[in-house]
């Protein structure tokens, strides 16, 4: 069924360095972590976010072409328009949590976070990215109260090299109870490999290209499922080998 839009204002623009922007909404959305919502800009296009916090909705933004331009260019007292949320989320299991997040990823797994404090868990969240300024989130997180562990490239912030390398000494001290990952493909494919040989179950989140976000159009079809409605959360064994073989042939036809 497809849902009708619901009309949110934009309260806060938070600057996130160069990566893009937080937005805090004048309404709240309840989600499990890990959903996502579509966003809509009339005239523009309509596409997929991840809920980064209910109460109020809040929204981040990476920037990487015309649409996430145009989000994040919003300005304070803006509207624009949410139907959702969608899909399987991520569940908390055992009560040590590494949260893993390269890019954009970091914000499908910030409600995470904020779900497992809420109950008195202990999270650790891994961040990585190319330079400092290119880091989402960091704030938001540490308003949270989540032990923070940096990855970037450059070695502006945190740890010089990758976030699998930042996180691996955790995962080989068999630290977390449950590993979750959101993030570029590679990132992906390491951290299930490095969570499997550490012996730590771990779900992951891939980011598909999104149209309908109802299991409808097709577009999100990918290995035998349909990532907005079968996932966007999945367990690692379920598409290791999706992963695995992307990784030897290239990206498999979609849609
Ligand atoms: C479940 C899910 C949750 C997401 N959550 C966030 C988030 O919280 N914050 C955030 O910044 N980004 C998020 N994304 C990615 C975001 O949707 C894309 O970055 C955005 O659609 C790119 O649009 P564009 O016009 O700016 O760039 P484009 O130039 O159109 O594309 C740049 C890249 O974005 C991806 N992309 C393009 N079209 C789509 C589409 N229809 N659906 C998904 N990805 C697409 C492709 O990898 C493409 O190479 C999420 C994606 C998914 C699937
Ligand atoms: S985005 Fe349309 S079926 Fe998944």
Redesign the pocket.
Known sequence: MYDPHRCFTIRRVVPEGRA?VTLVLDGDLEAKPGQ?VMVWLPGI?E????V?SERPLM???????????ALASRREGERLWVRGPY?RGFALRGRRHLLIGGG?GI??LALLAEKALAQGDEVRVALGARTAEALLLVGHLKTLGCELLLATEDGSAGVKGTVIEAVQPLLAGRWPEQAYACGPRPMLRAAIREARRCGIPCQV???????CGLGVCG??HCGGWL??QDG?VFEAGEVEALLEVEEALGPLPRG
Do not use: D, I, N, W
């Open positions: 893009g996502f296009e596409r997929p976010f991840a980064v929204l981040s933004v990476q920037v990487v072409g015309p649409f996430t331009r899909g954009s914000a499908s989140s891939l980011e598909e290209v999104m149209k577009h999100c990532v907005c966007p």
